[in-house]
């Protein structure tokens, strides 16, 4: 049931989001629409800022943007650790210790700092926000998996299966993909939410691309902006991406749980 209610919040987070690039609202989050600072209205649902460009409307794009890095580190998270951590599982010895070594040592370094590192070098871009977020997140799903490859190859008819013949590719796809499957869905979920709050990191602190919008960029304008604390504005023009990124987050986190909670039921 509270994995049905928070699915459907997650829906519904993204038909408003998808709601400013509709026909019954569109301001582009990139143009001027309406006075500097403007409060919450009919107009502007979540005020202007302070160039005087709809809040609502950037909040929409950056809750894609920050889906966009989401999915696409989350996708070469689990192809990285999914071959990583069944191989090495599976087939043991030197490569196992050389996997290993690897996990051990992406999950024992300072992520933020190098990952500041990284992109300052890099250059700011979309493509190099996932890749540098993916280096730094398929460390744990390999050795989730790599710990269930090694469980799953000791289990009597994958054995029998081995002693007939049964190379890797085969025994993965028939006998392993099928229990590691629900493994990889949870694992994704919580590389999307990690994701989301690393490009948001990242672009409060200036390394994303300044051309899109996003959640850490407007907290970092707004933050920035003089004395907002001083008056009404910091209500909309800050409360408003910390607060889609806050609930977009959590929400992610907890379907996440609820999904894993189901598969150890399962088990």
């Known amino acids: 049931m509270k994995k049905r209610i928070l699915l459907f919040l997650i829906l519904f987070l993204l038909l408003t989001a998808f709601f400013s690039y509709g026909k019954f609202f569109y301001y582009d989050s990139s143009i001027r629409t309406g006075d500097s600072l403007e409060p919450p209205s009919a107009a502007h649902f979540l005020g202007t800022d302070n160039l005087g460009v709809d809040i609502y ?5 950056g809750f894609f943007q920050s889906m966009a890095v989401g999915l696409g580190a989350a996708a070469v998270s689990l192809l990285l650790g999914g071959v990583f951590g069944i191989s090495s599982g599976y087939y043991g010895g030197k490569w196992d210790f050389f996997v290993s070594f690897l996990i051990n040592l992406f999950l024992s370094v300072p992520q933020l700092p190098i990952m500041i590192l990284i992109g300052a070098f890099w250059g700011q871009s979309l493509r190099n926000i996932v890749i540098v977020v993916a280096l730094f997140s398929w460390a744990p799903i390999a050795k989730i998996l790599r710990a269930e490859a090694i469980r799953l190859k000791n289990i009597g008819y994958i054995r029998l299966a081995r002693l007939y013949g049964g190379k890797f590719f085969y025994l993965f796809r028939k006998h392993m993909m ?65 607060f889609s990124l ?20 399962g088990k």
Do not use: H
């Open 57 to 61: 409307a950037q909040i929409s794009s």
């Open 178 to 242: 099928p229990e590691t499957f629900p493994l990889l869905l949870v694992n994704s979920l919580f590389v999307i939410s990690k994701a989301i709050v690393q490009e948001s990191s990242l672009a409060y602190l200036g390394l994303s691309d300044p051309t899109t919008r996003s959640w850490g960029l407007m907290i970092n304008k707004a933050n920035g902006f003089r004395g907002i604390f001083m008056t009404d504005f910091w209500k909309w023009w800050l409360m408003a991406p910390l």
């Open 246 to 265: 806050l609930i977009t987050v959590l929400l992610i986190r907890f379907f996440s749980r609820e999904c894993e909670r189901s598969i150890m039921r």
